[in-house]
């Protein structure tokens, strides 16, 4: 069973960036297609962006697309969420996810992070 930890998340200045990062251990990372979904107050959890798992297939939101970036290290077992151009809007807590089958939608993830949050100031 894989265990994931985020990192990377702050507060930022609208325009700025941000790059999170998701440590995996506790299985073979190769194996997982992997996520980034986010969670703002008061709002369902939604997808940001996924990744398959040879890093070849990528999945965005249309809300994020052009200013997000997804990617994979999978000699270092982490997957990375590129965050420019931020918006308050963005502001959420950001989980990542971890399937043996590529999807894009909450219900196909099996395991996830706790979290990490990102504030985005105007």
């Known amino acids: 069973q894989v265990q994931l930890v985020e990192s990377g998340g702050g507060l930022v200045q609208a325009g700025g960036s941000l790059r999170l990062s998701c440590a995996a251990s506790?299985?073979?990372?190769?194996?997982?297609?992997m996520g980034w979904f986010r969670q703002a107050p008061g709002k369902e959890r939604e997808i940001v962006a996924a990744i398959s798992r040879s890093g070849g297939r990528t999945y965005y939101a249309d809300s994020v697309k052009g200013r997000f970036t997804i990617s994979r290290d999978n000699a270092k077992n982490t997957v990375y969420l590129q965050m420019n151009s931020l918006k308050p809007e963005d502001t959420a807590v950001y989980y990542c996810?971890?399937?043996?089958?590529?999807?894009?939608?909450?219900?196909?993830?099996?395991?996830w992070g706790q979290g990490t949050q990102v504030t985005v100031s105007s």
């Open positions: 996810a971890a399937d043996h089958q590529y999807g894009t939608t909450n219900w196909e993830y099996d395991y």
């Open positions: 506790g299985g073979t990372f190769s194996a997982y297609a």
